[in-house]
């Protein structure tokens, strides 16, 4: 599964996210990840870019990271960890749900 993961970039889907929030990440080989955010004009939390870790312990992927939530004087530091239990993954594909049994799905980037 690091393997799979690891060395590659990710659009990663998920309403934990934010609904039509997406995170665009490359994931290294050590447990590292780093990308952007990309937030639609509509929600009130901007486009950034962030950078956390992951773990796989199968079934499980953890994914922490620092972001900021919200704009303006309304924005706020966030800290998030989300165990996600993986249901399939392939090559390309990688889905699972989250402890709000909310569906994530990892699609492969072409480098």
């Excluded at 990309?38 to 773990?55: I, K």
């Excluded at 989300?82 to 993954?89: G, T, Y």
Aim: glycine residues 10%; aromatic residues 12%; proline residues 5%.
């Amino acid at each position: 599964m690091v393997d799979l993961l690891g060395g590659h970039q990710w659009l990663v889907r998920s309403v934990t996210l934010g609904n039509g929030v997406t995170l665009a990440a490359t994931f290294n080989r050590d447990g590292s990840f780093d990308g952007m955010i990309h937030a639609p004009t509509s929600m009130t939390t901007n486009t950034q870019r962030v950078s956390g870790a992951w773990v796989v312990t199968p079934p499980l992927l953890f994914l922490q990271w620092d972001w900021i939530e919200g704009t303006g004087p309304y924005a706020a530091p966030r800290h998030n960890e989300i165990p996600i239990e993986i249901s399939s993954f392939s090559a390309r594909r990688l889905t699972g749900v989250d402890k709000w049994w909310r569906l994530w799905s990892f699609e492969r980037i072409e480098n």
